[in-house]
């Protein structure tokens, strides 16, 4: 099973789910700016894809900023209640598989959490290839 936490307003999400469903997987798809976040689903998520706070922390266009959350020596219990307070805070996509967890930028990384990718040759959305004609990982 393939779970994309995904923001549909996102192009690089977008990317991920296209990917995911060119592959021939019906990935399980969370919209999370609808359905939030908890504490300790976030610290799961981030245990198992080997991130910090900080590097799962979204600093373009979000309020990340107004928040003081940018500042040096911001506790990671502040950014962690302003991620579930707010949860286009989180980056995203977030990708879990049987092959591990990831954060999915650029958005060709969720090859390395797939068994099966799309038949070459393939193209992102922006036009560039990420698999050739020979099945093999370009990007």
């Not at 099973?1 to 296209?18: A, E, F």
């Not at 995911?20 to 798809?29: H, K, L, Q």
């Not at 609808?34 to 991130?51: C, E, V």
Request: proline share 7%.
């Amino acid at each position: 099973m393939i779970v994309i936490h995904h923001n549909p307003d996102c192009g690089t999400s977008r990317n991920v789910v296209q990917i995911v469903r060119d592959a021939g997987y019906d990935p399980v798809i969370i919209e999370y700016l609808k359905t939030g976040w908890t504490r300790p689903q976030l610290l799961g998520l981030f245990a198992a894809a080997d991130l910090t706070l900080r590097q799962a922390l979204r600093e373009k266009r979000s309020p990340a900023e107004e928040l003081g959350l940018l500042e040096e020596g911001v506790s990671d219990e502040t950014i962690l209640d302003a991620m579930v307070e707010h949860p286009v805070l989180v980056n995203r996509p977030i990708v879990c598989s049987p092959k591990g967890v990831k954060l999915c930028r650029p958005s060709e990384t969720v090859l390395d959490l797939l068994d099966r990718w799309p038949a070459g040759p393939y193209e992102n959305k922006e036009g560039e290839l990420i698999i050739d004609a020979d099945g093999r990982r370009v990007r």
